[in-house]
């Protein structure tokens, strides 16, 4: 196939050029004016950019979630992210205490199959664990680890665990994800919360503030200078989040960080509506100001991601909560927390480009080209240069689509950007050479995705 004319970004800038895709479904070539080989389909593009597919780093598909689970798996959820112009997702594995991470790594291996892009896989550990399984982990292609600084009874770790592993990954080539939320002083205020009354769905964000986000990545990044490490940290939602991002990268700390578009759109008072059930995600939405702060990390580059924790639930089993309850839950801590968002992620921050808050060239960066060089995909994903995966978006800036959930894939029943409309959108998605979104339908078949091996980090 010879795209024709196209506006093509990508890490060697922006320039109007052919890009051809090689019949082993690699980019075989990028340059003005191609001379086309005979039997080659041409595609008219001219005025459409053309961009790495989507690398989306941050998905739950198919997760239990106490009695519910979440809404998509890995067929529904990479169908809806092929839509939207995303070729890669790397989903997250967990090891739950006395569980083999490895065994683990296999049930989520076997749950991925039906996936229609590739994909790969971060692990999740609950516990310290011995450095052998680190280095079985890396010889399996995951290379990225998640610790948890919230939720004590399930998936918390401490500090002492968050070093080894750091220390340990790193030998390895590993990186080190953290969720960073000061989760004993969260424990204590949703104590007091519950003892008084406040049992609302207002309370979930009340009893998570940006202060005890923004101490726990101070600390986060405090452990990585001390183990000589590097740290990603999943999720950024707060303006003193990312301050403190800042002052650690600023005396040389690797800080690499995350935002997801719920922080760039979405506030506190929906969490007041008569929905508010449906806008529970942790951390929770914060006051609107927070947002303008992201973004103009973004602009800066002291956030370097944006992926999505994908993680969505129908109005249902929301109402249901993770008890099984009559009547469904009982209070604010039993309500399944997070949001869709693996359809939507590119047309949202291309909103901050028609907007002027970011360029065309940190659209790119921030959804394709970050995320494949951080988590080890690249040069394969994330780049369009001749040998790349043929992972292409064909971007329509004309095109204005609906974000009411019936417009859209994802599988669920709400849209938390309903009544949205955003302005640009795939025409054509390519995986590995084959198109498998067009003009916003799939076209592409089950179980073509591949697992990814990811490659170590080298410092
Ligand atoms: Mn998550």
Redesign the pocket.
């Known amino acids: 196939m010879l795209l024709r004319n196209g506006s093509v970004t990508d890490v060697d800038g922006s320039r109007v050029a052919d890009v051809r895709v090689g019949a082993d479904g690699t980019i075989a070539a990028v340059g003005p004016a191609l001379a086309a080989s005979p039997g080659e389909v041409e595609v008219d593009v001219t005025g459409r950019l053309v961009v790495p597919g989507g690398v989306d780093v941050?998905t739950?598909f198919h997760l239990p979630v106490g009695q519910v689970r979440v809404s998509d798996d890995f067929l529904s959820g990479t169908i809806a992210a092929a839509i939207g112009g995303t070729t890669t997702i790397v989903d997250?594995v967990t090891a739950y205490r006395g569980e083999d991470p490895l065994a683990a790594l296999a049930t989520w291996r076997r749950w991925a199959e039906p996936a229609v892009v590739d994909y790969g896989l971060h692990m999740t550990f609950t516990e310290a664990v011995p450095e052998r399984v680190i280095a079985d982990c890396v010889e399996a292609g995951v290379t990225s680890f998640k610790l948890y600084m919230a939720y004590p009874q399930l998936l918390q770790v401490d500090d002492d665990v968050i070093l080894d592993v750091m220390r340990a990954a790193t030998r390895h080539g590993g990186l080190v994800t953290l969720h960073c939320e000061n989760g004993g002083a969260i424990e204590a205020l949703r104590r007091q919360a519950l003892a008084a009354g406040r049992t609302g769905v207002l309370e979930h964000a009340a009893t998570r503030p940006a202060v005890l986000e923004a101490q726990a990545v101070t600390r986060a990044a405090a452990l990585a200078e001390a183990a000589d490490a590097s740290v990603y940290l999943?999720?950024l939602s707060s303006a003193p989040a990312l301050a403190a991002v800042r002052e650690a990268a600023e005396r040389g700390v690797d800080v690499l960080a995350e935002t997801c578009p719920q922080y760039l759109y979405l506030d506190t008072q929906r969490l007041a509506g008569p929905d508010g059930e449906s806008f529970v995600c942790t951390p929770p939405l914060r006051d609107p100001w927070h947002a303008e702060e992201l973004w103009e990390g973004m602009a800066r580059g002291t956030i370097h991601t944006v992926a999505t924790?994908h993680?969505p639930f129908t109005v249902d089993d929301r109402r249901a909560g993770t008890h099984d309850r009559p009547g469904g839950w009982a209070d604010f801590t039993e309500i399944p927390g997070g949001l869709p968002g693996v359809e939507t992620r590119l047309g949202l921050v291309w909103e901050g480009v028609s907007a002027g808050r970011i360029t065309v060239a940190d659209w790119v960066r921030l959804c394709a080209e970050a995320p494949a060089r951080e988590f080890g995909l690249w040069p394969a994903k994330g780049n369009l240069r001749p040998g790349a995966d043929a992972d292409v978006v064909v971007w329509d800036p004309a095109r204005e689509q609906s974000l009411d959930a019936d417009a859209l894939h994802m599988h669920t029943d709400h849209s938390p950007y309903a009544g949205m409309h955003v302005h640009g959108w795939p025409e054509l998605v390519l995986s590995r050479g084959r198109v498998v979104a067009r003009d916003g339908r799939f076209v592409g078949e089950p179980a073509t995705g591949r697992y990814r091996p990811r490659l170590p980090r080298s410092r």
């Open positions: 941050h739950h997250y999943v999720h924790d993680c």
